[in-house]
């Protein structure tokens, strides 16, 4: 008897763990939360392109809406202003959710050594994934995304949140 006969049967059922199934659909679903506030910005964008086509991994659904999207994907120099309206924006988004720090100036300060920049968004937001590089390539960040869904379906315990 093989699985394709459990599913055609009257009487069959499939059985699975509820919570392995949303780690799947979670996994497999993540809408980013494009916050592209520098140069690194415009890799972001060329991986949503046909190139890198971002969509093979289910994230093709780039929302401007916090509250539709379940990862913040922050990219580029972010400056002590810009960052309480950045934590504003992560603040309105709807649990669980994770963050993708994208290139040097996000993760940490880049080669700006400046009183307005901040040295690092891990600073004001509990960080998942640093994609590496100025600008990082487009696969740098499917890498990073791919990582992250990888911590999302290991994922046993609840995530704390940074205020």
Known sequence: MGLEDKFTSKDGF????????????RKNSLWPMPMGVSCCAITMMATAGPRFDISRFGSEVFRFSPRQSDVMIVAGTVTYKMAKAIRKVYDQMPEPKWVISMGACASTGGMFRSYSVVQGIDQFLPVDVYVAGCPPRPDNLLNGLITLQKKIQGKKEKKVSNK
């Open 14 to 25: 499939f059985t699975s763990k509820i919570d392995a199934l949303l780690e799947w659909s």
